[in-house]
């Protein structure tokens, strides 16, 4: 599945951090679709603050507005302090 794919590509080297055209990252699309597996692959390599897209929008804001509670849980739950977000 769509979690086992990001596994290997994370393992292999993929960068995670990169940004699309809206400055959103894999993080943005993981929190984007709900899909809670792919967070937690995501979540286990990433480091530093959760990050921006071109509007100001963190993953936990992206979570939130499209009704993803368990992945804003989950964003919240590893924040460790940093800010999740705008909104």
């Known amino acids: 599945g ?3 794919a990001v596994q290997e ?4 080297g993929a960068d995670s951090s990169l940004k699309n055209t809206h400055g959103q990252t894999a993080i943005h699309d993981a929190a984007f679709s709900g899909r809670t597996a792919v967070m937690t692959a995501i979540l286990a390599k990433a480091s530093g603050p959760l990050p921006t897209d071109d509007q100001g ?3 936990y804001d992206v979570a939130k507005s499209h009704g993803h509670s368990d992945v804003a849980s989950m964003l919240k739950a590893s924040s460790n302090g940093i800010a999740l977000g705008t909104q």
């Open 57 to 59: 929008r963190t993953p």
């Open 2 to 4: 769509w979690a086992e």
């Open 9 to 12: 590509l994370l393992a292999a």
